[in-house]
Structure formats: structure tokens, C-alpha cells
T-cell receptor
Framework: GQQVMQIPQYQHVQEGEDFTTYCNSSTTLSNIQWYKQRPGGHPVFLIQLVKSGEVKKQKRLTFQFGEAKKNSSLHITATQTTDVGTYFCAGRDSGGSNYKLTFGKGTLLTVNP | GAVVSQHPSWVICKSGTSVKIECRSLDFQATTMFWYRQFPKQSLMLMATSNEGSKATYEQGVEKDKFLINHASLTLSTLTVTSAHPEDSSFYIC?????????????FGPGTRLTVT
């Protein structure tokens, strides 16, 4: 079945440093979504990427979808303490028919003020 | 927009009892809802996919007789954990899918923390 790998598992940075998490799928994806889960909270939808090579920005967050639609990355510039949380990628298999998402294991980001 | 509510937010029950969790899409119609389970510091594991008016599709390893799912309307899905045991203690999260085709994003409910004593 489809597998979505995400690295790193943990990342601790000083406030102001940049942060990147990477996502890699074993199969070609129709789209990939990114979610953020604060400690004790639930996943919150951040963005969806659909097109090969797509790049989207949300303020300090930059999301990329690979040309082969099998990998993606989330980059945060100049992290802030409010960025703390676990970031999950979730891919939808291009051959799937029930719209289910396969989640990566997530990257826990902690920021030292 | 795209708000999903879940009730209750937390529940403690005794071993052997059943617990029902409700998931509602408040401002949109959700033809498909998903139920996930999340253990501490782990990822979300899909349990089942629920389509309005039809039987749920369960993931491999999930007991359909233990985790009963009903998707009675376009805005409500329920998960009933039957004869709960301590190993069923977990964070259960539902999500509702908006949009058509294969591109609709999922919106998550706030989750239900179940503790079985």
C-alpha cells in the first residue's frame, strides 16, 4: 500500500532560524496536503498542492510539490515560538478511488525563544 | 467556514461499556467523513471512511463490529466504540471532506479523548 515518509521526526531550532520538513511518497500523488497540530490540539489544514512543481507561500511558510508528484516540502523562514507544533503531510494516491489521505508520521518542531 | 465539531471532547468510561462519538460538519455538506485514531506523539491512523447513506469502509486491522460507524446524513457521522477496553483509550478524530472529485481538503474535528478504565 501507499506509504508516506516524513523527515525529520523532530527538529529543535532557535527562534529566528529556518526550518524544513520533507515528505516522500512511495507512489505518485494526485495531491498533497499539509496540516499543523499544536500540542493537545487537532490537525489544522494549511494548504493543498495539486500541480507538478507547484510552489505556494503563506507568509513565512513555503510549500513545494515535486515535479514527479511524489515528494513535497514545507519551509518556514525565521521561525517564531508560535510555529511550535507537529507538521504533517498527507498524500492522496493518484490511483485511489475513495479520497483517503495517507499521513506521514509528522515532524515535531520546537522553538527556543 | 468549513467547521467540524465533535462531541464529546473527552469521555471516561468503564471497561465493557460502549461510547458514541458524534462528528458534525457545521457549515457544509460532507458526503465523506473519515475517522482517525491517534496515539500520543504518533501520526493519525485512518480507521474507516464513511459515505453518507452507505456502509463504512474499514481499514485493514480495524474491527468493524467493535467500531460501529453510521453516516446518517450529510452533516453527521457517529463512531460507537463497543465493549470498550483500556487498549481502546486513544484520541479519536473525525474529518469531513469538502469539495468534489479527488481534490477536496479535509477539515478535522477537535477530537475526542477516550479513556477506558
Amino acid at each position: 500500500g501507499q506509504q508516506v515518509m516524513q523527515i525529520p521526526q523532530y527538529q529543535h531550532v532557535q527562534e529566528g532560524e529556518d526550518f524544513t520538513t520533507y515528505c516522500n511518497s512511495s507512489t505518485t500523488l494526485s495531491n498533497i496536503q499539509w496540516y499543523k497540530q499544536r500540542p493537545g490540539g487537532h490537525p489544522v489544514f494549511l494548504i493543498q498542492l495539486v500541480k507538478s512543481g507547484e510552489v505556494k507561500k503563506q507568509k513565512r511558510l513555503t510549500f513545494q510539490f515535486g515535479e514527479a508528484k511524489k515528494n513535497s516540502s514545507l519551509h518556514i523562514t525565521a521561525t517564531q515560538t508560535t510555529d511550535v507544533g507537529t507538521y504533517f503531510c498527507a498524500g492522496r494516491d493518484s490511483g485511489g478511488s475513495n479520497y483517503k489521505l495517507t499521513f506521514g508520521k509528522g515532524t515535531l518542531l520546537t522553538v527556543n525563544p | 467556514g468549513a467547521v467540524v465539531s465533535q462531541h464529546p471532547s473527552w469521555v471516561i468510561c468503564k471497561s465493557g461499556t460502549s461510547v458514541k462519538i458524534e462528528c458534525r460538519s457545521l457549515d457544509f455538506q460532507a458526503t465523506t467523513m473519515f475517522w482517525y485514531r491517534q496515539f500520543p506523539k504518533q501520526s493519525l491512523m485512518l480507521m474507516a471512511t464513511s459515505n453518507e447513506g452507505s456502509k463504512a469502509t474499514y481499514e485493514q486491522g480495524v474491527e468493524k463490529d467493535k467500531f460501529l460507524i453510521n453516516h446518517a446524513s450529510l452533516t453527521l457521522s457517529t463512531l460507537t466504540v463497543t465493549s470498550a477496553h483500556p487498549e481502546d483509550s486513544s484520541f479519536y478524530i473525525c474529518s469531513a471532506r469538502s469539495g468534489s472529485g479527488g481534490r477536496g481538503e479535509q477539515y478535522f474535528g477537535p477530537g475526542t479523548r477516550l479513556t477506558v478504565t
